[in-house]
């Protein structure tokens, strides 16, 4: 019985299949108590002491017995975070009446005796709330054999593409595989339209859902195969978090998981489309497990086809051995026994399937906006092994970059990023070892460099050194490398810092 199956079976209809337009006040009056009462990344960190992607089922008795008090906020949350029945007294302090009211109609509250229980987990990200499915083993899906259609939670390559994605405003954003929504809504800030689209009806629904309970307007979600629902349509943003991890032969197929047997078989899809959605100087963020990196770029050149036409970044987390991707995915299962025995399975099929390494990470693809016959560029960048905070104007500067560099970069100049540091280690030999470092710049992997780079460093900090210079010196490879770690960039000499440009802006104190 899938989720959708049970929830018609025992609440007479599938959870938010009663959502109407009007529903949407009511929804905003949900999200404003809701904050009221302290619902939000920072509060609910503040108060269970952890950050709430790292709430998870083994956290919820802790949280819930020897942490969280009688207060509305530790009420909240262990109705919409941690699976636990509220007494109504208690939801009352956070929820007024005509709230509980419409909740209980959509099917995400439902009493229990004279106590209420929540069918969805209600997740902060970047000031939004978002409702996704609950946890695999919910006490409540007691029936439930095929979650197939479970929603999605937020994990971090949800939260991380949302922060890789570029923020500049675009007139069209599509969002694909859209699931709870999250992609659509955080670029809903800086698109005049998005369109979401997933194959999962229920996923259709909680976004919709989602944009309500938020009060966005210029967001649509359709149910669909990838590009199916919007044909001949061109987008200036292509966002995806695709199933990509590879399927284990013999389990039941959940759609927000499985990418087939090598997990690219949606990823090769998405890419080979970049040439028809894209508009041209369109971007396209996907976040994926990188399998087999060496190999990755010959692979998205093959997807892409006309390979002149694009530029891609492929920026990389994290290396993960197989065992532990493997037991990871088998988390899930109840027992330790099944967990060890999903988890090799696993790893057989990976192997099977030729898997050899497993990086986390993201692919930016961007069509070109000049249609000029150079050859594209795949390069691949090192960056912090979990990125959770903006870094969306470090891929723009890399984009940037290439275009600069190809007019020749008359009047640039290289500018140092502001986060980055240089720390010297002088070894007991006498000699020095350098490495710039960047704590606060998830862009910049730490990078041990040469003497050299460090002296071309120590010169762009002290003055303007212009990039016409350094190019065809012996200089260029090593700025070229600092360049493609996110340590230098290219400004111009002699603009005025630009709002947008954060550099400057962070340069001058205003971020
Ligand atoms: C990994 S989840 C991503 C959810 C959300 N975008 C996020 O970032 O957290 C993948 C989503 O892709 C959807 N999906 C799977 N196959 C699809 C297809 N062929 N076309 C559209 N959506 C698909 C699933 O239903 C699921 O919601």
């Known amino acids: 019985m899938t989720l959708d199956r049970f929830s018609e079976r025992h609440h007479g209809r599938a959870v938010f299949a009663a959502m109407e337009p009007d ?6 009056a949900v999200r404003e108590e809701l904050f009221a009462a ?11 002491g952890m950050p709430l992607l790292e709430i998870h089922p083994a956290t919820f008795h802790y949280l819930d017995r020897h942490v969280l008090g009688t207060d509305p906020l530790s009420a909240a949350i262990r109705l919409f975070l941690l699976d636990r029945t509220v007494d109504e007294q208690s939801v009352s302090s956070f929820l007024s009446e005509a709230s509980v009211e419409v909740l209980l109609e959509l ?48 994990g971090y390559d949800s939260v991380g593409l949302a922060q890789v994605a570029p923020r500049d405003r675009v007139a069209r954003t599509l969002d694909l595989c859209s699931g709870s ?16 689209v997933d194959l999962n009806p229920r996923a259709v629904r909680f976004a919709r859902f989602n944009a309500a309970l ?19 349509r061109e987008f200036d943003r292509v966002l995806s978090n695709p199933p990509f991890a590879p399927e284990v032969p013999g389990e039941s197929h959940l759609y927000y998981r499985d990418g087939g047997p090598d997990g690219e078989r949606l990823l090769a899809r998405i890419v080979a489309g970049a040439g028809q959605v894209l508009a041209p100087g369109g971007l396209m ?81 961007r069509k070109r906006a000049d249609g000029s016959s150079r050859p594209g560029t795949v390069e691949t960048v090192p960056v912090a092994p979990a990125v959770t905070r903006p870094v969306g104007s470090r891929v723009a500067d890399h984009f940037r970059f290439l275009d600069r560099d190809l007019d020749g970069g008359a009047d640039a100049v290289l500018r140092t990023n502001p986060k980055v540091r240089l720390v010297t280690t002088a070894l007991p030999d ?9 704590p606060d710049d998830d862009y910049v992997a730490d990078m041990d460099i040469s003497d050299l780079a460090r002296k071309l460093w120590e010169a762009t900090l002290a003055s303007d050194v212009r990039w016409s210079v350094i190019r065809g010196s012996a200089l260029e490879p090593v700025a070229r490398d600092l360049v493609r770690h996110g340590a230098l960039a290219l400004a111009d000499q002699r603009a005025e810092p630009t709002p947008e440009s954060t550099w400057s802006s962070q340069m001058n104190g205003t971020k």
């Open 23 to 28: 529903h949407r006040a009511v929804l905003g």
């Open 38 to 48: 302290g619902y939000d990344e920072d509060g609910i960190h503040a108060l269970a």
């Open 107 to 154: 099917g995400v509250l439902a009493r229990s005796g004279g106590d209420l229980r929540s069918q969805i987990h209600i997740t902060c990200v970047d000031g939004l709330l978002l409702a996704t499915d609950t946890g695999r083993y919910s006490q409540w899906w007691d029936g439930v054999d095929d979650l197939g259609d479970r929603v999605m939670y937020i």
């Open 181 to 196: 929504g999250i992609q659509a809504l955080v670029a809903s800030r800086y698109s005049d339209e998005v369109v979401g």
């Open 214 to 232: 938020n009060g966005i307007e210029n967001a649509t979600f359709v149910r669909g195969d990838l590009f199916g629902p919007v044909e001949g």
């Open 285 to 365: 963020p996907i976040t994926t497990d990188l399998f087999n990196l060496s190999g990755l770029p010959r692979r998205i050149g093959e997807w892409l086809g006309a390979k002149g036409a694009f530029d891609v970044l492929v920026l990389v987390e994290r290396e993960l051995a197989a065992w532990s991707y493997a037991d990871t995915h088998a988390a899930h299962a109840p027992t330790a026994v099944e967990r060890t025995a999903y988890a090799a399975r696993m790893v057989d099929a990976m192997d099977e399937a030729g898997i050899e390494s497993v990086h986390t990470g993201y692919i930016v693809v």
């Open 430 to 438: 006498g000699r020095r070892t350098y490495r710039l470092v960047a």
